[in-house]
C-alpha cells in the first residue's frame, strides 16, 4: 500500500484535550488500516505556545517522537524538555501532555496502540526507541511508530 500525500487526511483542533491554541493532526494511517491493533499514526504540529492538554490513557499506548521544535512534556507529574530526536512514551494508565514552548512549530509523530499492557516495562521500552538512530526513528515508521504496537499487540 502507498498513501500519497494529498491523499493524507487533515484536521485542526482547538485546545486539544484542555489544552491551549491549535494543533494540526495529518493522520499517516487511518483506524481501519491498523487491524484492531492500533489506533493512530500521525504526524502533529503545534504552533509556539499550543499545547495538547494533560489526559490519561485508559486500554491504550501512545508515543511521540519529536522531529523539530522544542517543548514540555508532563510525564506523569515530572516535567521535562524535549526536542528533535526525543522520544516520551506513555503506557497505559499514565498520564501525559505536551506544550509547544519554542519559538518555531513543534512537529512529532504520534503512534497509538490500542488496549493491553506490555509484558516489557516502560524503562525496556524507552531503552529500545533510544536505540535508533534519528534516521531509523523520523524515516522509517516500523520503527517509530509501530515499535508500540508491536510490543501491545
Known sequence: MIRRAGEL??????????????????????????GGRGRLFARNRLKPGASIGLHQHKGDAETYY????????????????????????????????????????????????????SSIPKEGILNIMRSLTPRQAAGNALAAGFIALILFA
Open 9 to 34: 487526511h487533515s484536521e485542526a483542533f482547538n485546545k486539544r484535550l484542555g489544552g491551549k491554541g491549535d494543533l494540526q493532526m495529518t493522520r499517516i494511517l487511518e483506524p481501519e488500516q491498523f
Open 66 to 117: 519529536i522531529l523539530n521544535g522544542t517543548g514540555t512534556v508532563d510525564d506523569n507529574g515530572v516535567k521535562a524538555a524535549v526536542g528533535p530526536g526525543d522520544v516520551v512514551f506513555t503506557a497505559n494508565g499514565e498520564l501525559h501532555s505536551i506544550e509547544n514552548t519554542g519559538t518555531a512549530d513543534l512537529e512529532l509523530k504520534l503512534s497509538g496502540a490500542s488496549s493491553g499492557e
